[in-house]
């Protein structure tokens, strides 16, 4: 069963406009979050972090809100640029180092 | 849903012995299987990519003869570390390539070179 699900295989933005990408878990022992970006043929990038005592973490254009009631985590680009057109991966894990990745969402910017 | 399994999940071996880490897509045939090595709250770095029936294909700088991929089947690829040594300790994850090109990642094996 998927611990991690990114509900939304594809998203299509126009430049310069947000993007929002969503990502829900189900364990509640999950306390560490972490976005992935992927281009084909490359492995995934680590993009930003979030632990679980925070609820926003913000890096230049990239931010990501944890909402641990809702078990739901989203990513958000502001503004968007043709070069953010990527996979992006959700992870989480509890303490132990083990992961559970989402199954992506492909995101296209659009010039 | 599509779920990857790896076994074992830790590891713990003497340096110099070889660790062979399984990756097993349970409800889909991957034809195509990805390895990563992950340090500590870095990026996924990948290593190689498994196709069933061929040679995998190694990433620059990733040494084939110490970590053998073999993909025998639809559901199982296989990565041995030969003659381990302290460096290689790391988080290895593996992913299944589904239907649709979206990945399936396993849990990770955590390997320890005492």
């Known amino acids: 069963d998927q611990q991690v699900k990114q509900n939304s295989p594809s998203l299509s933005v126009q430049e310069g406009r947000i993007s929002i990408l969503n990502c829900d878990y189900t364990?509640?022992?999950?306390?560490?979050f972490l976005w992935y970006k992927k281009y084909p043929a490359e492995g995934p990038t680590f993009l930003i972090s979030?632990?679980?005592?925070?609820d926003k973490n913000e890096d230049g254009r990239f931010t990501v809100f944890l909402n641990k009631s809702a078990k739901h985590l989203s990513l958000h680009i502001v503004p968007s640029q043709p070069g953010d057109s990527a996979v992006y991966f959700c992870?989480?894990?509890?303490?132990?180092?083990?992961?559970?990745f989402g199954t992506g969402t492909s995101l296209t910017v659009i010039p | 849903g599509a779920v990857v399994s790896q076994h074992p999940s830790w590891v713990i071996c003497k340096s110099g012995t070889s660790v062979k880490i399984e990756c097993r897509s349970l409800d889909f045939q991957a034809t195509t299987m990805f390895w990563y090595r992950q340090f500590p709250k870095q990026s996924l770095m990948l290593m190689a990519t498994s196709n069933e029936g061929s040679k995998a294909t190694y990433e620059q700088g990733v040494e084939k003869d110490k970590f053998l991929i073999n993909h025998a089947s639809l559901t199982l690829s296989t990565l041995t570390v030969t003659s381990a040594h302290p460096e290689d300790s790391s988080f290895y994850i593996c992913?299944?390539?589904?239907?649709?090109?979206?990945?399936?990642f396993g849990p990770g094996t955590r390997l320890t070179v005492l």
């Open positions: 992913s299944g390539l589904g239907t649709y090109n979206e990945q399936f």
């Open positions: 364990n509640s022992m999950f306390d560490y």
């Open positions: 992870a989480a894990s509890a303490t132990g180092n083990q992961f559970y």
């Open positions: 979030i632990s679980s005592i925070k």
